[in-house]
């Protein structure tokens, strides 16, 4: 009984690690020669496997590149969520969230560029199966942008208005933002264009509020 749950423990660590290996393996094809140059030998031969063994974890390539992406947009909300301090203030909290959103997306632009610009992943209509497993983390992200917003009208921080349209267009002007750096329009640095940012969506707050967090 042990030493074949052991085996079991064992097997399930291989195939973690080996699925672990693709994904990574499938982003950093993306990455370098976008979705076009992902094939089952291409990425085998950057994880160190066959084509053939592939198929144990993935049915087909575009199977393959939606786990990676999924794999990134989870891992990039959870960057995002640990670096804020949801007991802060409204104004404080939605600051932070700004700069890890552009900070993260800094740091993951090489493969960003490619799934932003190209957009083939959500052309299965917003409704689509692959859509939908690709929008719920922005759909989450975008939530705590509303919570902060709600909780910010409660302290009249923020004048009464859709917090649910007005989270969506801070969330785009916060990928706006880190694409127009991906592409090469901004010549400033990163703190820079987040406070430039956060300035500009400070035109939201109440007219005198006090606030914290905010950059002059």
């Known amino acids: 009984m042990i030493q074949s749950a052991t085996n079991s423990s064992r097997k399930e660590v291989l195939q973690s690690f080996r699925t672990r290996s693709l994904l990574e393996a499938t982003r950093k094809v993306i990455a370098a020669e976008g979705f076009d140059a992902v094939t089952m030998?291409?990425?085998?031969?950057?994880?160190?496997?066959?084509?053939?063994?592939?198929?144990?974890?993935?049915?087909n390539k575009d199977h393959m590149i939606l786990a990676a992406i999924e794999e990134m947009a989870s891992e990039m909300l959870r960057q995002i969520e640990a670096r804020i301090d949801f007991t802060a203030a409204p104004w404080e909290r939605l600051c932070q969230t700004i700069r890890a959103q552009l900070?993260?997306?800094?740091?993951?632009?090489?493969?960003?560029?490619?799934?932003?610009?190209?957009?083939?992943?959500?052309?299965?209509?917003?409704?689509?199966?692959q859509a939908r497993r690709l929008l719920k983390y922005r759909e989450r992200h975008e939530g705590r942008l509303k919570k902060s917003l709600d909780e910010g009208i409660k302290q009249k921080i923020f004048p009464?208005?859709?917090?649910?349209?007005?989270?969506?267009?801070?969330?785009?002007?916060?990928?706006?933002?880190?694409v127009r750096r991906m592409i090469g329009r901004s010549a400033n640095s990163l703190e820079r264009d987040a406070r430039d940012l956060i300035g500009f969506v400070g035109l939201f707050r109440r007219k005198g509020a006090r606030l914290l967090g905010v950059v002059r």
Not at 41 to 59: H, N, P, Q, S, W
Not at 104 to 129: A, N
């Open 41 to 59: 030998e291409r990425v085998g031969a950057e994880a160190g496997m066959t084509k053939g063994a592939i198929y144990l974890y993935f049915r």
């Open 103 to 129: 900070d993260i997306m800094e740091e993951q632009k090489d493969l960003l560029r490619v799934v932003l610009l190209d957009r083939r992943l959500l052309r299965d209509s917003p409704r689509g199966k």
């Open 160 to 178: 009464p208005m859709d917090t649910g349209l007005a989270a969506f267009y801070i969330n785009e002007m916060t990928i706006s933002t880190a």
